[in-house]
């Protein structure tokens, strides 16, 4: 079911097929690797927590009771700044009770960006929160 518009296309793991998706970013922060020609035609850029915060609005109250695991999307959703992040992860944990699981895609450079707390402090809020690192980025020579 779809409650708002997506820049498509909208790439999400197979094991996300049940997940509601939040694009939180539009494309790839790497967007440069040879192998991968999966948002080449997106300019990455990171949406505002008040467009997410509307997004969470639009989903109607009682399929908010159906949702069990969301999916951060796109290619690079932890490059996200942390302290907006976890205000998303805030937003989603009061409005989905539900919720168990939360993925995204990380790069190897969004993952270095954040420290062992921040990274710990993301598994703690909303009932664990679930990185899914499936990208490996090379550099361009």
């Known amino acids: ?3 708002f518009d997506y820049v498509e296309p909208v790439f999400r793991p197979p094991s996300e097929a049940r997940s509601l998706i939040f694009q939180i ?3 790839c922060s790497q967007n440069h690797c040879r192998f991968c ?3 080449k035609m997106k300019q990455f850029h990171i ?9 969470i609005a639009a989903v109607p109250l009682q399929h908010r009771q159906q949702y069990q695991r969301i ?5 690079d959703a932890l490059v996200y700044p942390q ?3 976890l205000q998303i992860l805030d ?7 539900r919720l168990t699981r939360i993925g995204a895609y990380a790069s190897p450079n969004s993952l270095t960006t954040k420290s062992v707390t921040e990274l710990a402090e993301l598994k703690k809020r ?14 361009k020579r």
């Open 47 to 55: 949406r505002s927590v008040a467009e997410i915060a509307a997004e």
């Open 25 to 27: 970013t539009v494309g």
């Open 71 to 75: 999916f951060l999307a796109d290619g």
């Open 37 to 39: 020609g999966m948002y």
């Open 126 to 139: 909303n009932c664990g929160y679930s990185i899914s690192v499936w990208k490996v980025v090379t550099r």
């Open 83 to 85: 302290a907006e992040l």
């Open 91 to 97: 937003l989603l944990a009061e409005n989905f009770p």
């Open 1 to 3: 079911m779809y409650y």
